[in-house]
């Protein structure tokens, strides 16, 4: 069954330092990935996604990700983490064919920032 | 754009009771997908709509959740004789046609249900 991983419940990371979050998944085709963020009281916002080509992928806020099929992840990345980075993570899946039109998420990482 | 809009943002009721609750998408997206976040896990995905057609349904969505899209635009999730276990933050998310890969989904902020 397709299923997605996110070994870090909970990471703190000093503001200025480098940050990467971990994202396993478990498809048997060509994946669609995504990362989203969730700021508290806010609804999910879309970081980046990918499905073929460089695997090296580029989002908004200065986040990346880099897709390995033979280690079946999708790590997030960002070179210098802002006080406003502070939120949860959530690596997803997407699931289509036929009616099926849905995305498989994480349990997220909740990222704290210190100053 | 003026974004997903849900209602209420909080709802606190007692078990037994019924809920119901209100989406309102972006005007010309015409996909809506009602998620669950529980405390801890990331949201799990409940149903689909395309227009008015209801076009996926989770195994989650027990015979005591029923959603409606009767116009194509807002859509309610209702949730009848309540249970603890419902308690949850409800997402609804809107796109235009297509995969969500090609037409990535909106999410309003939720609303976050309490059943005591």
């Known amino acids: 069954a397709q299923s997605v991983t996110q070994p870090d419940i909970h990471i703190t990371v000093s503001e200025g330092a480098s940050l990467e979050l971990r994202c396993n998944y478990s498809?048997?085709?060509?994946?669609?990935l995504f990362w989203y963020v969730q700021s508290p009281g806010q609804g999910l916002q879309l970081l980046l996604k990918?499905?073929?080509?460089?695997?090296l992928v580029q989002g908004i806020k200065g986040f990346e990700a880099e897709f390995k099929r033979s280690q079946s992840s999708f790590n997030l990345r960002k070179p210098s983490v802002h006080w406003s980075d502070a939120a949860e993570y959530f690596c997803?899946?997407?699931?289509?064919?036929?009616?099926?039109?849905?995305?498989?998420f994480g349990t997220g990482t909740l990222l704290a920032v210190q100053p | 754009d003026t974004g997903v809009s849900q209602n209420p943002r909080h709802k606190i009721t007692k078990r037994g009771q019924n809920v119901t609750f209100r989406c309102d998408p972006i005007?010309?997206?015409?996909?809506l997908y009602w998620y669950r976040q529980t405390l801890g896990q990331g949201p799990e995905f409940l149903t689909y709509?395309?227009?008015?057609?209801?076009?996926?349904k989770s195994r989650l969505l027990s015979d005591r959740f029923s959603a409606e899209r009767p116009k194509g635009s807002f859509s309610t999730l209702e949730i009848q004789r309540t249970e603890q276990g419902d308690s949850a933050m409800y997402l609804c998310?809107?796109?235009?046609?297509?995969?969500?890969?090609?037409?990535?989904?909106?999410f309003g902020n939720g609303t976050r249900l309490t059943v005591t």
């Open positions: 998310a809107s796109s235009s046609d297509g995969s969500s890969y090609n037409s990535p989904l909106h």
């Open positions: 498809y048997g085709a060509t994946p669609y």
């Open positions: 990918y499905f073929s080509g460089d695997t």
């Open positions: 997803a899946v997407g699931l289509y064919g036929g009616a099926t039109n849905k995305l498989i």
């Open positions: 005007s010309e997206h015409n996909r």
């Open positions: 709509f395309q227009n008015e057609a209801q076009l996926e």
